[in-house]
């Protein structure tokens, strides 16, 4: 397995090209599933999750090619016109969870799917009951053997009035890729927000769907006989910028992301203004520098408009090397501090409490062996890597692999003294 090398201290100045978004390519790809036609994704990112999920559409028979255009966006052009299979199995989705997002799309067209159950990770035990529960309000029957859920729909799914238990990201793109095709009108209550099922409604209705209430918490979704193919440009990654956004505020650089959205990153950005860091919108994207000490800020992780819990592990650096102290309480997934042992072995000073984190802020972090446990995590190690002295190895970087696209060439070309290790 391999490893990253990082020698810390360096400010980090320069330019880095935010590539698009892995939470909004993964359901983009998903929903070529609806459609005959040819849907063609530009600016998908290549990350690990996202060969996985090539692996899985392929495995249902949909042809995948990715045309070597020479563009700087790295496209696919997905055909779903011959599928020939219906099942997702375990040791594709247990690689990659939003794998059970096959579900509404496969129902929706062919009236049955099969797929593993995702099962947790390391961040939770991550149910799919409001998935589930929303799909069978559609009128699929379903049932759950041999860690299988097999869901069927003979006579297609009919439209229905839905309320979400809780505002989840994924069970909003499973309904609402299952609604676009059922019959007549599903109306979702308490949906998720996020700007990632935002593009998705983009390009859902610019395959024909009509989908009212996009950027609420109430979807209106009247259904189609069949949708047909289009192109679509993939958002930036709202995640991936604020990282590296937090990356040049703990190194006291100044970094430009090249394509970063500053209405995706509000409350973030909100919070590293109050603790000192400064952040201007630019032609073209963001840029963030820090001079002076941080100043410690309170935060509590919520569905989006609010704090999103993928940057919660990268902020908590930011705060482990300010002056202060500062409350994180993440309020999201169950067990989302598995980087706190090691930023404490980096010389942090966090308490633990439940779902809270008191962090005491220190002046310097010293580089040390980690090791990375979840994607959000590892990027998390990297920073505190960047704002240490010394050296740090982070092993299980295959983590990293998951969300973070050309991550060493990315910040090596703005001053780190980063390296990957052959494992
Ligand atoms: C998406 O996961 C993202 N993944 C996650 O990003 C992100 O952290 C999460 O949304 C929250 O923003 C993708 O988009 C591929 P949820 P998802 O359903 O859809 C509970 C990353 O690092 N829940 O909104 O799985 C669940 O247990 C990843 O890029 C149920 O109880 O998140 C969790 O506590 C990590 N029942 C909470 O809701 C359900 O049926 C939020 O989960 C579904 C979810």
């Known amino acids: ?63 995948i090619a990715a045309p070597d255009n020479g563009d700087a966006d790295h496209s696919l052009i997905l055909r779903a016109g011959n599928i020939t299979s219906t099942v997702a199995p375990y040791e594709l989705v247990r690689r990659m969870r ?61 439209g229905a ?15 609402l890729m299952a609604a676009v095709l059922a019959e007549g009108e599903t109306v979702l209550h308490n949906a998720a927000r ?37 192109g679509h440009r993939i958002m930036a990654d709202r995640i991936e910028a604020g990282t590296y956004a937090i990356a040049a505020a703990v190194t006291g650089g100044a970094v430009e992301l090249l394509g970063a959205r500053a209405p995706h990153l509000e409350t973030p950005i909100e919070c590293w203004r109050q603790a000192g860091i400064t952040v201007e919108e630019t032609a073209r994207g963001l840029r963030v520098s820090s001079a002076g000490r941080i100043q410690s800020v309170n935060l509590t992780t919520h569905p989006y408009p609010g704090f999103p819990t993928d940057l919660q592990a990268q902020t908590m650096v930011l705060m482990a090397l300010a002056e202060g102290s500062a409350l994180i309480s993440e309020t999201v997934f169950e067990n989302r501090f598995m980087h706190v042992p090691e930023l404490s072995r980096m010389g942090a000073d966090i308490e633990l409490h439940g779902g809270n984190a008191l962090v005491r802020g220190v002046k310097a972090l010293r580089g040390a062996p980690v090791m990375a446990t979840d994607l959000r995590a590892s990027s998390c190690l990297v920073l505190a890597g960047l704002a240490a002295e010394g050296e740090t190895i982070i092993s299980r970087v295959y983590h990293l ?16 003294k980063i390296e990957r290790l052959a494992g």
């Open 194 to 230: 996020e700007p990632e099922i935002t593009d998705l409604i983009h390009c859902l209705s610019a395959m024909g769907a009509v989908i009212d209430g996009t950027d609420s918490d109430c979807l209106r979704i009247t259904g189609q006989t069949k949708l047909h193919g289009t």
């Open 98 to 158: 939003a794998s059970v997002l096959v579900l509404g799309p496969l129902l929706a067209r062919f009236g049955e799917a099969t797929v593993s159950l995702p099962g947790g990770c390391a961040i939770g035990t991550r149910p799919v009951d409001i998935h589930l529960a929303g799909l069978e309000r559609l009128g699929a029957q379903i049932s759950l053997e041999d860690g299988y859920i097999h869901a069927s729909a003979p006579d297609g799914l009919k």
């Open 1 to 63: 397995m391999d490893s990253i090398r990082i020698r810390g201290g360096r400010p980090l100045h320069g330019d880095v090209e935010i590539s698009g978004a892995k939470n909004a390519a993964l359901p983009l790809m998903i929903a070529a599933l609806l459609t005959s036609e040819p849907v063609t994704l530009s600016r998908v990112p290549k990350l690990a999750d996202i060969a996985t999920l090539t692996k899985l559409l392929s495995e249902l028979g949909v042809d």
């Open 401 to 416: 692999d998951r969300g973070y696209e050309r991550l060493v060439d990315k910040l090596g070309a703005c001053g780190a």
């Open 161 to 175: 009035e839905y309320h979400l238990a809780a505002p989840s990201v994924g069970a909003t793109e499973n309904l």
